[in-house]
């Protein structure tokens, strides 16, 4: 029992010190960077995105219930916060309980994946998900999406987006149609005429002021934190100068994209131009915090091109050709995660191929 | 490839620039200059020093030894001998649990008397003579194989015998202070050498003294310029973008250390495995070198590093080398001492500080790599808890100049699974190598023990 809780005392106290502990075997000394490091910076990354997210959530309320585009700023912000900050408290207090229980539970010290998982979670669910549902949906992501498989480092599906899948397949109603995204009072009703469907949803029709500008804005309904792409690009900034997330994966995903965007539009199975698909939806926010996740991604350099093209295509091919689901993106990276162990082996094994020809040429 | 190889002087044409790498940035680099000749009371054989190598002891307390005496023989290779290096008597054998043989303690007499082995020509002996007489010697186990990094076997013929003549690791002795004056010695060795292979002895030069460095005038050995950073004086990374070692194949190694003892063994007829030793290492007070014996007591070092609470001494570099403390002594293959803090003490919210402007990172996170200029005082503070590893290949593979993917061949070795082991090229690898992988992971994994324990299992599976 005693070995349980070490697991939580340890967690707590060495989040708040860097413990004492020293090398005892192999080199002596140690670079600086561990991993609460790493998953503190891409918290950072994401907090433009969630900051946007919560004035989002407000600026879309007040439209939606005509209170017209004078409210201020701050207002719609706090409105807003107050919308998503139990998701917050949910996502972490739920997930946190589970990590710290199978931490204790395998002797291990508390791994900080965490910290990004339950940061993620609410900013890729509408402000409107219920709280029980997101509980749920986030016990079944951690359980079984991480512990059974041993804890961070161990998966093979990111966490949050299996999170999100859960919601999606089990409570359908709560996270599609064009109620969800804009978060009402109880009692409060729409203003006449309004509809608060994504761009997606409603395949490029038109919408209150939604050009590309609001678009690339991010003054458009959605989930939380997908929205903004300037606080999403604010976000890659940060992951690209740490190095953190692999910029062949946001490459690859754009390139795959573009040209399953761009096929939809020579077939004409495409309502806007393909460059206009990287802006809206959750692609972007995909792109750049999740695709990229270093455990569930592909582990290869060139296999990272080949994982990231096929989520970029795998999105757009979603959107394109299957009337049934507006967006892609969450189920194009949970296939790129299924595949990226495949797209490793393939890479291994012909580089292996290719190492054994070389021996035996210099032998 | 070996075949095309023209065995000439100073053949310049094999520079191999490898932009993978790390020079870790730390204070207390040696002074050129030997600040001590150390004649110690004791000296100390620790049969741990020598992979592969099962100790048979071949002295009691109490007898006599001179210079060169066999004290240890290893059980299944009985003429692969460990000698003394100094004169005097045996003063105790320390056994541990299971009267396991822990170390030889030799009390010197100060008088140096050495075993004559008889001077000796190299270039007229043949193979077996010279094997024979770098056997009889005690200077066999500077032979180290590859592949597994263990003593090599006397009865093998490798297909190339390499020797690294610069030494990339932190706070590494400088072989042309410690050597230069010993070319003489180095010839004769590498003369011997090119006796027991057809493919020729192999010498690994640094580009960045190659103008300056007298080892370049060394003949009779194929010589090859490397420009990098660390690993890049590994013997093994040199290995392998020369000569790779496969499955079935076996390629030998010698530090430029033991190649000058294997020299003065046939220039002298004698025992010499004196040699001059940095103390180095940011707690170092004065880092400068010292003259002394392997097995000389750290204790005889005290005046680099006074009173040791607090301090941690290494035998050899921060990447590889042991913790021995105080009272220790230096290893068979080391010249290098290393004194640094202990980093016991706790920091307060140390992992989200933004700046923490004295520690050194690769990682981007921070911002150290922005002042490549900066040396840093560095501790042995783990920085950090063992997690499962969790970033991709690509971190660790920036600092493994070498042909393979690093994490592949990590998680075979956890894994236990021989052939893929063998696939991702564990045959290259000893754990030095992968030190520099071992720094820099965020998940704070003991990766060179991973590595040991590869090859410890690959030689259980072939007995």
Redesign the interface.
């Known amino acids: 029992m005693k070995k349980f809780w070490a697991a939580t005392v340890?967690a707590f106290a060495?989040f708040?010190?860097?413990?004492?502990?020293?090398?005892?075997?192999?080199?002596?000394?140690?670079?600086?960077?561990?991993?609460?490091?790493?998953m503190?910076?891409v918290v950072i990354a994401l907090v433009p995105a969630a900051l946007f997210g919560m004035w989002n959530v407000g600026y879309q309320h007040q439209i939606a219930v005509g209170g017209g585009f004078a409210a201020n700023i701050w207002a719609n912000w706090w409105w807003g916060f107050l919308k998503v900050l139990p998701l917050y408290v949910v996502s972490y207090a739920v997930g946190l309980f589970i990590e710290f229980f199978s931490s204790g539970l395998r002797g291990e010290?508390v791994?900080e994946?965490y910290l990004v998982s339950g940061f993620l979670i609410p900013l890729i669910v509408p402000a409107t998900t219920p709280l029980w549902m997101l509980a749920l949906a986030v016990a079944f992501a951690v359980i079984f999406g991480k512990e059974v498989f041993?804890?961070?480092?161990?998966n093979i599906w990111n966490p949050a987006l299996l999170a999100r899948a859960f919601l999606f397949f089990s409570y359908p109603s709560a996270l599609s149609g064009s109620e969800v995204w804009i978060a009402r009072k109880a009692g409060e009703t729409f203003a006449d005429g309004f509809t608060g469907a994504t761009p997606l949803a409603l395949e490029g029709a038109a919408q209150y002021s939604n050009t590309v500008w609001s678009q690339f804005l991010g003054t458009i309904p959605g989930s939380v934190g997908e929205t903004s792409v300037i606080a999403i690009l604010l976000g890659a900034f940060i992951l690209l100068?740490?190095?953190?997330a692999?910029w062949k994966v946001m490459c690859g995903s754009v390139i795959g994209a573009l040209a399953v965007g761009a096929l939809g539009d020579l077939a004409g199975v495409s309502t806007i131009p393909c460059w206009n698909q990287l802006i809206v939806g959750g692609f972007a926010f995909g792109t750049v915090f999740m695709a990229t996740d270093?455990?569930t991604?592909?582990?290869?350099?060139t296999g990272?091109w080949i994982y990231g093209i096929l989520i970029g295509a795998l999105c757009i091919t979603v959107r394109l050709f299957n009337p049934g689901y507006a967006e892609g993106m969450m189920l194009a990276i949970l296939m790129g995660n299924t595949a990226a162990p495949l797209i490793d082996h393939c890479v291994?094994t012909s580089?292996?191929g290719r190492?054994a020809r070389?021996?035996?040429?210099?032998? | 490839?070996?075949g095309k190889f023209e065995i000439t002087p100073n053949n310049m044409s094999n520079k191999i620039v490898l932009t993978k790498g790390l020079d870790?940035p730390?204070i207390g680099e040696a002074e050129l200059r030997v600040a001590k000749t150390v004649s110690p009371d004791t000296v100390t054989i620790r049969p741990s020093d020598f992979k592969g190598f099962v100790p048979r002891l071949l002295v009691r307390e109490g007898d006599s030894v001179k210079c060169g005496s066999p004290v240890l023989a290893d059980k299944r290779r009985p003429e692969v001998l460990v000698s003394s290096p100094v004169s005097g008597t045996v003063k105790e054998i320390v056994r541990g649990e299971k009267r396991k043989l822990l170390a030889v303690v030799i009390a010197s007499d100060g008088r140096q008397d050495a075993l004559d082995f008889g001077i000796k020509d190299p270039s007229s002996l043949e193979a077996g003579k010279i094997k024979e007489a770098i056997l009889e010697s005690g200077l066999w186990p500077f032979i180290i194989q590859r592949p597994y990094g263990i003593i090599a076997n006397p009865e093998d013929r490798p297909?190339a015998i390499f020797i690294s003549a610069f030494d990339t690791a932190p706070l590494a002795a400088s072989p042309e202070f410690t050597l230069g004056d010993r070319i003489a010695d180095l010839q004769k060795g590498i003369d011997a050498l090119a006796r027991l292979t057809d493919g020729g002895v192999h010498i690994g030069l640094n580009a960045a003294s190659y103008a300056g460095t007298p080892f370049h005038k060394l003949e009779n050995a194929v010589m090859h310029v490397f420009q990098g950073k660390h690993p890049a004086g590994n013997v093994g990374v040199q290995i392998s973008h020369v000569?790779?070692v496969?499955k079935g194949?076996t390629v030998w190694t010698v530090s430029l250390m033991g190649l000058a003892a294997i020299g003065a063994r046939f220039a002298t007829g004698r025992y010499d495995v004196r040699r001059k030793v940095a103390v180095a290492g940011p707690a170092a007070i004065e880092p400068a070198y010292a003259d002394t014996y392997p097995g000389a007591p750290m204790s005889s070092l005290a005046g680099f590093f006074g009173n040791t609470e607090g301090l941690?001494v290494?035998s050899g570099n921060?990447?590889?080398?042991e913790?021995v403390g105080r009272d220790g002594s230096l290893g068979f293959y080391d010249n290098c001492v290393?004194v640094?803090k202990?980093?016991?003490?706790?920091?307060?919210?140390?992992?989200?500080n933004p700046i923490?402007y004295k520690?050194?990172?690769?990682?981007?996170?921070?911002f150290?790599w922005l002042t490549p200029w900066r040396k840093y005082d560095?501790?042995?503070?783990?920085?950090?808890?063992?997690?499962?590893?969790?970033?991709?290949?690509?971190?660790y593979s920036k600092v493994l100049p070498m042909?393979?993917?690093p994490?592949?061949l990590f998680k075979a070795c956890l894994a236990g699974d021989i052939d893929a082991m063998e696939?991702?090229?564990i045959y290259e690898v000893v754990?030095e190598d992968v030190?520099?992988c071992?720094?820099?992971?965020?998940?704070?994994n003991?990766?060179?023990?991973i590595i040991a324990n590869g090859i410890r299992l690959l030689l259980k599976e072939m007995e």
């Open positions: 340890d060495t708040l010190h860097v413990p004492g502990t020293v090398t005892r075997k192999g080199a002596h000394v140690r670079d600086a960077v561990d991993l609460k490091r790493i503190i910076i010290e791994n994946g041993g804890g961070t480092g161990m100068w740490t190095g953190i692999s270093p455990v991604s592909a582990q290869t350099e990272k291994v580089h292996i190492r070389k021996l035996n040429a210099k032998a | 490839m070996l870790i730390v297909k000569c790779p496969t194949t941690r290494v921060i990447l590889t080398g913790t290393t640094l202990e980093g016991t003490q706790p920091e307060l919210l140390g992992w989200a923490r520690l050194f990172s690769t990682d981007h996170s921070y150290s560095m501790d042995t503070n783990l920085h950090g808890g063992p997690r499962a590893f969790v970033m991709s290949d690509a971190y042909d393979i993917y994490l592949y696939k991702f090229g754990p030190a520099l071992e720094y820099i992971d965020p998940s704070k003991d990766i060179q023990e």
